[in-house]
C-alpha cells in the first residue's frame, strides 16, 4: 500500500469554513435522512465516552506524539448495551457505543473529484501549526463520498458462541460527536455528516483533537434481524486502515441484549413521526432535504430482511422538517424533545433556527459595486428517475416521470433573498443582497417574488423563478413537456466543500425552519457557498406526464436561474441535462436512464 507526501512552509491547499462575517451564520450542513419513526434510545452519551476514554478533568492529554500526526483509538462508551427489537424497522439498530478518538493533532481528510470522468481522491492534511503535509491515501479506501469503506469489522456471537452476523461497515468520520477531555476544542469546525448525493464533487471530513466521533450509520430503514436474547459483539477497525493511520489493534468487546418492543409504543418516548425516504443523501427538498431520494422499482425483499417500501418519500417529496442523522449520544428522549440550539448540540442533532430577514425593504438606488463577490448558481444533471401512476395526487392512472433535481451555488458569495410582504397579500417582494468579501452589504437588487403556497406538506412560502424543469426531444430541440416549481431554499446538500469560501455548517438546512410561516411579514432564505438544494419532483404538479409521448429517447432539462432574476458570477453552467430512454406500454411505462461518465444514479 502506498501514498505520496507532500510538505509546504505554509498551509498550502488549505481550505475550511467560511468566516461568521461572510456567510449568514452557522448551523449544521447535514447528510439528511428521514425517519419513519421517532429516536431509538440511544446506547451511551459522549460524556460517557468522556469518561470511559479520559481520566480526571485536566489530566486527560495524550502522550507525546508527531507534531501534526493524529492519534487514533477505537473505544467503547460501555461493555454492554440494551436494544429494543423494533417491528417498524425489521430489527434492530446496532447502535454498539463504539467511538473513533482522535488526539494530538485532528484528523483530516479531504475528498474530491475533478469531474464525473474523475474517480474519487482522497487526501490527508497534517498540520503541526508551522507546516502542512498532504498525503494521498491508497486508491480503494472511498467510491463516493459517504465514508471510509470497509473501515469497521464487526461480529456478533449468540450465547451459544455461534457467530451470527459479520460485517464491515462504512465510516463517515463527520457522524455525531462529542470531546473525551475537558481541555478539547470547545467547538467542532468540521462538516457535521458525509454527502451521499451521486452528484457530490467535494467534501471534508475531520475529527477534532480530543475529540470522538460514533461509529455507527443508522439505518432508518433496515434493521438488522435479531431475535430477542443475548449476544456478545466484537468491533474492531480493518488492518488496511489501522496501517494506514497507525490505530492499535483494539477490539471492544459489548455484551448486547435484545429486547422487543414493548406492545403499543410507536418507536421512541415523545417522538415525533417524520416521513421516512427511500435512501439517503444528502437524505435532501423531496430526494433528500439532506438527500433523500424516491425507489425506482418495486423490488422483493431479500430472504429474512422486510419488504421494501415503494412509495416514494423525499427532501421535497415530503415538506416535513428533516433533521440530520439523530444522536446517538441521546438517552431515551424523543425527536420533539431535541429540536433546537441548545448548549452541547455538537452531535449532529441540532435544527438551525429561522433566518431573520432584514428588519425592513431596502432603500436607495439599487446595485452594488462592480468588484462584490456574487453567488454562482449551477444545474446539476437529474437522478432519482422513475415512473409513477399519480398516487402521489397527480391524476390516478396516468404515466409519469419523476426525478430528483438540484441546484447549488459554487461561490465565492452566498445567495441571501429576503421577502417583505405586500400588505393583505399572499405574495413577498423579493430582494438579492450583496457583501464584500468581509461580510459587509454593499448593496440589493429587485429578485422577483416569494409566495405561500397553501398546499398540504407545503404551508410555507415560495421563491419564484429559482429553477425550472423541461423534457426535450431527442434532438434537444424541442420542448415537449415543461415544469416550473417555486419552492423554498434550502441547503439541503453539500455538494463542493473545497471552493473557495465553502461554508461547512450553513443556516436554513431544514425546510421547517427556512421557510416562513403562513403569518410571517418578511422570510430571508439562503444558499450557501458550496451547497445545493435538492427538490424531488414527485409532489402533485411537478413530475412529467408522459401518458400520452411515444417511446423513445428524451432529455431532462434543469435550468438554474430561468429568467436571469437572480445576479450570479457566471450564467453559463446553469443547464443540465440527463438522458432517458421511455419504454413500454401505457398503465405500464418503462424508464431507462445511461450512466452520465462516472456516475450511475439513476
Known sequence: MTSQMTSSSSPTGETGPASSTSSPGPAGAQDRRRLKRPALAALASLTVVAAVAGAAPGAGAAPAAKPGTPQIK?????????????????????????????????????????????????????????????????????????????????????????????????????????????????????????????????????????????????????????????????????????????????????????????????????????????????????????????????????????????????????????????????????LANHLGDGKGHTDGSRIAPALQAAPKRPTGKAGAPANTPKPDLRSLPAWDIAITDGEDGDAPGKDYLAFSANVWNAGPAPLVVDGFRKPGANLMDSYQYFYDAKGKQVGYAPAGTMEWDPREGHEHWHFTDFASYRLLSPD???????????????????????????????DNTDLSTACGSEDAINVREVLDVGSGDTYTQYRPGQSFDITDLPNGTYYIQVIANPENRLQEANHKNNIALRKVILGGTEGARTVQVPPHDLIDAK
Not at 185 to 191: E, T, V
Request: one cysteine or more; proline letters at 7%; aromatic letters at 8%.
Open 476 to 506: 434537444q430541440t424541442k420542448e415537449v413537456r415543461s415544469g416550473k416549481e417555486a419552492f423554498c431554499l434550502a441547503n439541503t446538500d453539500a455538494i463542493d466543500y473545497t471552493v473557495k469560501n465553502a461554508n461547512w455548517h450553513p
Open 74 to 334: 477505537l473505544i467503547a462508551a460501555s461493555n454492554s448495551v440494551t436494544l429494543t427489537r423494533s417491528e417498524w424497522m425489521g430489527g434492530v439498530s446496532l447502535q454498539l457505543g463504539t467511538y473513533l478518538s482522535v488526539d494530538n493533532a485532528p484528523l483530516e481528510l479531504q475528498v474530491t473529484r475533478k469531474s464525473y470522468k474523475d474517480p474519487v481522491v482522497v487526501k490527508q492534511f497534517l498540520r503541526d501549526g508551522k507546516t502542512t503535509k498532504t498525503k494521498t491515501l491508497p486508491k480503494g479506501v472511498v467510491d463516493d463520498f459517504s465514508g471510509l469503506k470497509g473501515f469497521l469489522e464487526m461480529s456478533i456471537k449468540n450465547a451459544a458462541g455461534e457467530e451470527v452476523l459479520k460485517s464491515e461497515n462504512t465510516f463517515c468520520p463527520n457522524n455525531a460527536s462529542g470531546r473525551i477531555r475537558p481541555d478539547a476544542p470547545d467547538l467542532n469546525h468540521y462538516p457535521q455528516s458525509c454527502s451521499t448525493n451521486p452528484w457530490t464533487l467535494g467534501s471534508v471530513w475531520g475529527i477534532e483533537k480530543g475529540w470522538a466521533t460514533n461509529t455507527t450509520q443508522f439505518d432508518y430503514e433496515n434493521g438488522v434481524d435479531l431475535p430477542a436474547g443475548e449476544y456478545t459483539a466484537q468491533v474492531g477497525v480493518a488492518k488496511k486502515y489501522r496501517d494506514l493511520f497507525g490505530i492499535p489493534d483494539d477490539r471492544p468487546t459489548i455484551k448486547v441484549t435484545v429486547r422487543e418492543e414493548p406492545a403499543g409504543e410507536d418507536g421512541g418516548e415523545g417522538g415525533v413521526g417524520l416521513a421516512p425516504s427511500k435512501s439517503s443523501s444528502s437524505a435532501h427538498h423531496g430526494g433528500g432535504h439532506g438527500g433523500a431520494h424516491g425507489g425506482h422499482d418495486a423490488q422483493s425483499a431479500p430472504a429474512g430482511q422486510p419488504a421494501p417500501d415503494n412509495h416514494h418519500y423525499g427532501p421535497r417529496g415530503a415538506d416535513a422538517p428533516t433533521p440530520p442523522e439523530l444522536s446517538f449520544a441521546l438517552q431515551d428522549r424523543g
